[in-house]
Nanobody, 115 residues
Framework: QVQLVESGGGLVQAGGSLRLSCTVS????????MGWSRQAVGKQRELVAVIPDLGRPTYADSVKGRFTISRDNARNSVYLQMNSLKPEDTAVYYC?????????WGQGTQVTVSS
């Protein structure tokens, strides 16, 4: 089973930016789909963005135009650039990677947006 290492969360004011990073520990594993989900207190986990190895990324309506997901296959990493952050973006953000026989989640990183 692969392990994911996340970084980049923190506290930011509304309108600010953060960049999340997630790296797969085993560089030899080829990952098909990489993505980010989030879970706010008292709410269900929701998909934020996903990027396949081939094809275009998709986003939740709530983050379209503000968040950008990207991946670096050479580093087996996925990133989430978050701009124009809003208080409602406050949540624990989880990295997720999927391929044949693998569906792994990161430990989560807290993002807090103050108004």
């Amino acid at each position: 089973q692969v392990q994911l290492v996340e970084s980049g969360g923190g506290l930011v004011q509304a309108g600010g930016s953060l960049r999340l990073s997630c790296t797969v520990s085993q560089s030899s594993v080829s990952i098909s789909v990489m993505g980010w989900s989030r879970q706010a207190v008292g709410k269900q986990r929701e998909l934020v963005a996903v990027i396949p190895d081939l094809g275009r990324p998709t986003y939740a309506d709530s983050v379209k135009g503000r968040f950008t997901i990207s991946r670096d296959n050479a580093r087996n990493s996925v990133y989430l650039q978050m701009n124009s952050l809003k208080p409602e973006d406050t949540a624990v953000y989880y990295c997720n990677v999927r391929t044949v026989g693998i569906n792994a989640w990161g430990q989560g990183t807290q993002v807090t947006v103050s108004s």
